[in-house]
């Protein structure tokens, strides 16, 4: 009599019926070990935590019970890639985790990261995106790519932006750290460009939101920080507006501008915009491939 066929799970079909519509494909993804990627749950929980945790806080962080975290744990210990405090018990990334991730911070390209996600942000916003970095003489743009049927923008690859028209300048002058060199020249900048708009003729500022006094500036960066990224409607060409939001290493630093813009008769200029939410969430995934942690 021939052996009965064992029974298999709905689960075990579908995957079954998968790997049959799509071959060596499937075979690719089946071809992992699952307990390693179980156990780097724990070792996520840890790197997304504030600090160390207990046995069962770190289980319930990683979903599965105290018992089998614990057995990922020695070995884990072992390895170097968790350490446990002897006082407290609690657990908390080691040496080995450290020097791996040095070792990845180091070999990422920030801007090689950006471009590889202006093409998704080009098909969700339907806008011209760009990049840009801090130069030697302000912000510079690095990367550009325009949208079809957009309106033609006439900014040029390493073309600086100033820093209080340009949606680009406002995000570096609102999200670059206060102290160093850069800091120095971005200020003396900000000074100049203002002694700049002073001597502009009334009427040219009457559609703009170009600030005209320190406070006016001030107010301006408070504002930007407090959405998250920068905004301009008019200021830097008439009839275009655009938004910019920084993306940060794991240092904290602003690494690079993400930059989203076009015509003010298409493009939505208000905060919580399709283009400017996709744009937000895009630079903050970015940051978190640098190694800056999302904010909540």
């Not at 504030?50 to 020695?74: C, E, N």
Request: proline fraction near 6%.
């Amino acid at each position: 009599m021939p052996a009965a066929s064992p029974t298999r799970s709905p689960a075990t079909t579908r995957r079954t019926s998968a790997s049959a519509s799509s071959g060596n494909t499937a075979d690719h993804h089946r071809a992992g070990i699952q307990s390693v990627e179980v156990g780097f749950e724990l070792l996520d929980a840890l790197a997304s935590a504030p600090g160390a945790l207990m046995l069962r806080d770190l289980a319930a962080a990683a979903h599965m019970s105290a018992a089998k975290a614990h057995r990922y744990l020695v070995s884990f210990q072992r390895m170097g890639l968790v350490m446990q405090d002897p006082v407290s018990t609690r657990y908390d990334l080691g040496p080995a985790a450290l020097r791996i991730g040095l070792a990845g911070l180091a070999r990422v390209d920030a801007v090689k990261l950006a471009r590889e996600r202006v093409p998704a942000l080009l098909a969700q916003t339907g806008h011209t995106v760009a990049i840009a970095v801090w130069g030697n003489q302000g912000p510079t743009m690095v990367h550009w790519a325009e949208a079809p049927q957009t309106v033609p923008v006439t900014l040029r690859l390493g073309d600086v932006m100033p820093l209080l028209s340009s949606a680009t300048g406002r995000c570096f002058a609102a999200f670059m750290g206060k102290e160093g060199r850069d800091a120095q020249r971005l200020n003396a900048m900000v000074r100049d460009e203002l002694a700049q708009l002073k001597k502009m003729p009334r009427h040219d500022l009457t559609t703009s939101d170009l600030p005209q006094t320190v406070q006016a500036v001030q107010a301006l960066l408070d504002d930007t920080r407090q959405h998250g990224l920068a905004r301009v409607v008019h200021s830097l060409l008439p009839g275009v507006g655009g938004f910019c939001a920084p993306v940060f290493d794991a240092q904290g630093h602003l690494a690079l501008g993400l930059v989203v813009l076009g015509s003010v008769a298409t493009l939505d200029t208000a905060w919580g915009s399709p283009p400017a939410l996709a744009l937000l969430h895009c630079a903050r995934q970015l940051s978190a491939d640098l190694g800056q942690p999302i904010p909540t």
